[in-house]
């Protein structure tokens, strides 16, 4: 006869551990395992229950029966346990759009079952072409994509599931990874908004401590916000002129990296912002070598502030008051009237590259200043603004028609 467990919750370093028993394939030994729900703080014991519930964890721990094909949910599960991932962004990312986007679709199929052109099409649906709703974005739908394929291939690796091709209930050849064939591009419609010199110094203007320091630091160097939270004072080396970028801080927690390899090197500090850096250690409590640059003082200084927190109650508010930016129906717009789909700090890494480009510097040396790990991204960093295109093209009617030009 089967046995069934229902598995048990524990604390543990502040969090709600999940914990079962299963065969461990090495020795055929049963061993515990357990799979983190959320914090304490932020769930009770039944909230804890309710999140297991949610994942199918009880389940997970029971389908594997011998002789039965693993589920997608068993595969996926086994992946974001046992995956080691670079960061803990990432780690984030994949394990909500596996919890929230994968599993509540194909959790319970049988893994070998699921087609391509079943993927395919529920991709399609989800976009504003085919269901006429508000769906989600080209890049966001290719992420999903390659987050399934490489459930997929972790569960190949491990051979959860066959590495080339697997027959089918009714003995047909079937891929075991049905995502290989399945083709999604990531161009989106997206276009960043890019701001002048002189409308940051007006959104500048508006802002106090520490929020004035924190984005005179994004827009002269493009460090990341993440990267601008997670730095401790000790990073700051004024006798070098250098800041060390090592961490970021994403969703609440330290990073161990920073977004690639590339990235996790040291941005030159210009005097002027070490003068500006200077004057903000001067002020803050939080000023010792192993304390946050950026620290919470609600938090007492043991975590850096939230950047998506300051972009709501200071930055937007700020601009919009400086007139960068308008707001209506909940949507926000240029002052041309154009539709902005996204405003933050991330606008000023694009403003800060568009810049130099538009200054004529060395292309590599902006690569190595915005710390990209291949110069090609300097076609989705560098825009040109409209009257420089004017001016450009002003020159080319000079020289076709001089006289036309010269009565202008």
């Known amino acids: 006869m089967a046995r069934y467990q229902r598995g048990f919750l524990r604390k543990k370093k502040g969090k709600w551990v999940y914990c079962y028993t299963a065969i461990r394939s090495i020795d055929g030994q049963r061993t515990e395992h357990g799979l983190v729900i959320g914090f304490v703080s932020d769930l009770s014991r039944s909230g804890a229950w309710a999140e297991v519930e949610r994942r199918g964890l009880n389940v997970h721990i029971n389908e594997q029966d011998a002789g039965k094909q693993p589920t997608f949910r068993y595969i996926a599960l086994h992946y974001l346990r046992h995956h080691k991932f670079k960061n803990h962004g990432t780690k984030y990312l994949h394990s909500h759009i596996v919890n929230d ?43 999903i994509r390659t987050v399934m394929g490489t459930v997929y291939k ?23 990874n049905p995502v290989t064939f399945v083709r999604w591009s990531s161009e989106t419609d997206y276009e960043a908004f890019i701001l002048k010199p002189e409308q940051t110094m007006a959104v500048l203007d508006l802002l106090a401590q520490p929020e004035y320091t924190l984005l005179l630091l994004v827009a ?29 801080w994403t969703y609440g927690q330290m990073g161990s990296g920073t977004k690639t390899q590339a990235s996790k090197s040291t941005v030159p ?9 200077k004057a903000w250690q001067a002020e803050t409590p939080y000023n010792k070598p192993d304390d946050f640059v950026f620290a919470s003082f609600k938090l007492e200084g043991k975590k850096p ?38 405003f ?11 810049f130099l480009l ?48 010269a009565v202008q």
């Open 269 to 277: 500090m210009h005097p002027a912002l070490a003068e500006v850096l």
């Open 305 to 342: 502030r939230t950047g998506n927190m300051i972009v709501e109650d200071y930055l937007r508010p700020a601009a919009i008051k400086a007139g960068v930016i308008t707001e209506r129906d909940g949507k926000t717009y240029d002052r041309a009237g154009n539709l902005i789909t996204r």
């Open 358 to 405: 538009a200054e004529g510097n060395n292309p590599v040396l902006i690569k190595n200043l915005l710390r990209w790990s291949k110069i090609s991204m300097l076609d989705v960093y560098g825009h040109v603004m409209t009257d420089e295109k004017i001016a450009a093209q002003g020159s080319m009617l000079e020289r076709i028609m001089p006289k036309a030009h």
């Open 154 to 176: 972790h569960a190949q690796f491990e051979e959860l599931i066959h590495q080339t091709v697997a027959p089918n209930a009714k003995g047909q050849q079937r891929a075991s």
């Open 344 to 354: 933050g700090f991330h606008c000023f890494r694009h403003t800060l590259a568009s």
């Open 220 to 248: 002269a160097t493009g460090v990341r916000i993440s990267e601008a939270l997670a730095l401790k004072w000790k990073s700051v080396q004024y006798d070098q002129n250098s800041i060390r970028i090592r961490n970021s």
């Open 101 to 143: 986007y994968l599993i509540p679709r194909f959790g319970d199929r049988v893994a070998r079952d699921i087609k391509s052109k079943e993927i395919l099409g529920w991709l399609e649906c989800q976009t504003i072409d085919r269901c006429g709703n508000d769906g989600l974005e080209n890049s966001t739908l290719a992420k």
